[in-house]
């Protein structure tokens, strides 16, 4: 995985580097609202650090982390064959309207396809209309999985025999 | 769900014209290439007019042009303004001492509801038409 990297202009998109994980959690705290230092360090050694997994950044010419998407392959989840998944994305809101997004999206796209699969799903927020539209600009249309949820009951707690 | 064929006409209309923000199309010419009754577009497209979607021009070569932006307008934007869709009263009556099976098929009737607002206002002019050959 270390070898991506994708020149543009403006910014270049290459493989997320441990000193970048501050950078990318303080973008995504900006977008989301939530700071989750602790997750992103853990996406990181998930994602960051193995084969066939994929954390690109968009790194802008005065070298500032503008973006950030992240993806793998997966397969046979309820029958549903290899394809890639991508399940995080983030760009700087200075920094939209430039591409980034896109130029990210087919970045790991190729990835993936090197991979050997030829579908990539993502998974979002039905009111995510940021995210949505984007998804969908770049040709995603519903799949045929649809994910369902419920709330759970609180866990039932037993008592060990003889206590 | 089914539209309406005002809302039908209106996104015929309003995706040819956003083909091409420049030209201009006659109600005629619209009417033509999609077969439908000219009167009943003519009505569509005041409507589109009015909610600055389309502009009327007149004189020769007058015609309707998109003077929206269509990597904003969404195909919900188009559709709100000839079906009910926002509504979140549900399907069913919740009749019965309890109403429960009302309740419980409006939950399902509003999950349908939810997802297809969420896909109408996800899809803009632009992608549409980008994607239209995939």
């Not at chain 2, 021009?57 to 195909?75: C, E, H, Q």
Request: aromatic share 8%; hydrophobic share 40%; proline share 3%.
């Amino acid at each position: 995985m270390s070898g991506i990297r994708v020149k543009y202009d403006d910014f270049e998109i290459r493989v997320a580097k441990n000193s970048d994980i501050a950078a990318v959690s303080g973008l995504d705290a900006t977008i989301t609202g939530i700071a989750k230092p602790d997750y992103w360090g853990d996406m990181f050694e998930r994602y960051g650090t193995r084969d066939k997994r994929y954390f690109l950044v968009s790194e802008n010419n005065d070298g500032l982390v503008i973006g950030f998407i992240i993806g793998e392959v997966r397969a046979w989840e309820f029958g549903s064959p290899p394809s890639g998944w991508v399940f995080a994305l983030g760009v700087d809101p200075n920094a939209r309207l430039n591409k980034v997004g896109s130029s990210m999206f087919d970045a790991i796209c190729d990835c993936l396809a090197r991979d050997g699969v030829d579908k990539v799903r993502t998974m979002l927020a039905r009111d995510d209309e940021l995210n949505m539209t984007f998804f969908r600009s770049q040709g995603m249309m519903g799949g045929p999985f649809v994910e369902l949820e419920m709330p759970l009951a609180a866990p039932v707690t037993r008592k060990k025999a003889g206590s | 769900m089914r539209l309406q064929k005002a809302t039908q006409c209106a996104l015929f209309a309003v995706l040819e014209l956003a083909r091409d923000p420049k030209i201009q199309i006659s109600a005629a010419d619209i009417a033509d290439t999609f077969g439908i009754s000219v009167n009943h577009l003519a009505k569509v497209l005041r409507d589109l007019a009015r909610a600055r979607l389309v502009e009327s021009m007149r004189g020769a070569g007058g015609g309707y042009r998109f003077i929206g932006n269509p990597k904003r307008v969404t195909l919900y934007d188009v559709v709100k303004l000839f079906e009910d869709v926002d509504t979140h009263d549900g399907a069913f009556p919740e009749t019965g001492e309890d109403g429960d099976i009302g309740r419980a098929l409006n939950r399902v009737s509003m999950e349908i509801e939810n997802i297809t607002v969420s896909t109408l206002k996800s899809i803009t002019l632009t992608t549409l038409l980008k994607n239209m050959d995939r």
